[in-house]
Each structure stands twice: as C-alpha cells, then as structure tokens.
C-alpha cells in the first residue's frame, strides 16, 4: 500500500486527486514484486477513463502480454468506483486491497458491489481498509485546499 501512497501523492503533484495504485504479482517461488502503477490522471490528461486502477491494469497486462492479470494484487487507495471494479473484473485479477471505502461511488461493496456480483463470471477477493486513515487523510487535505481551507 505504500507505493499506491506514493503514487496517490504524485497524483496530487499535477493537480489530480491523490488516488493511486499498484498491481503486485505473486511469483511462483513466493517472490513479489510491481509489475503496474497507476495515479490518477484525469485532469492532466483530459481523460475520464485515466484512473489510478485502470492505468495501473493497463501497465500489468502489457507487461504480462495477456489481459489476463493473474497471481497479482492490485493495492489501491480508494475503493474502486464501477468502471475500475468493471475493468478489476473483466482482468480476472484475483485480489483487491483499499484503504478507504468511498461512500459516494465505491462498487466494492460501499454503494454498488460489482466485484462480489454472482453473475459475473470472476469475483475477487477484497480487502479494504489498509492504512485507511493515511489514505483518507490525504482526500481530506486536498479537497480541504481546493476549498481554501
């Protein structure tokens, strides 16, 4: 979780929200190691889609040359709104972790689940929680600035 923190506060260094992520593979001898980062980059590049999870999903499957990003954990500091927990889904990977719930747009169980959804042919595992209060704070402290408070 602490490099999905770092990269959350290079987010917030080109004035996106500090929202960032990482995907772990699981190698087979019990080695780990980032194979995709991710922060968000939506106001930097005029792009809805540019979540920290997406990019970072972006950058595991080409390093994998499959879309399937399997063995891996993919560490983000909020929880996933519906079009990252569609695209976590549609990735087969098999382990989320967050730090904080997002009251307002998370599909990971706070206002929609989509990565527990029965239909859907894959349902990861999800964690979230992790270093919440880190992860937290850092939302508040920006939209605290961008408030002017």
């Known amino acids: 979780m602490g490099e999905a923190i770092a ?3 290079m987010a917030e260094d080109h004035g996106d929200v500090p929202i960032g992520a990482v995907v772990v593979q699981h190698d087979v001898d019990g080695t780990s ?8 980059r939506r106001e930097v590049d005029a792009d809805p889609t540019a979540h ?16 399937r ?12 709104c ?3 927990a569609g695209a976590i889904v ?10 904080c719930t997002d009251p307002k747009a998370g ?12 239909r859907l042919n894959h349902r990861p595992v999800v964690e979230g929680g992790v270093r919440a209060a880190e992860c937290s704070g850092l939302l ?5 600035a961008r408030r002017g408070r």
């Open 107 to 118: 599909a990971c169980g706070s206002v929609l689940d989509v990565t527990g959804e029965v």
């Open 7 to 9: 990269q959350a506060r």
């Open 82 to 84: 519906a079009m990252c």
């Open 52 to 67: 920290a999870e997406v990019l970072a999903l972006r950058e595991a499957s080409e390093a994998l040359g499959s879309w």
């Open 69 to 80: 990003v399997l063995e891996a954990t993919l560490y983000v500091t909020l929880e996933p």
């Open 33 to 40: 190691h980032i194979i995709g980062w991710g922060r968000n």
């Open 140 to 144: 508040r402290s920006f939209f605290a």
């Open 90 to 99: 549609l990735s087969r990977i098999p382990r989320v972790v967050y730090g």
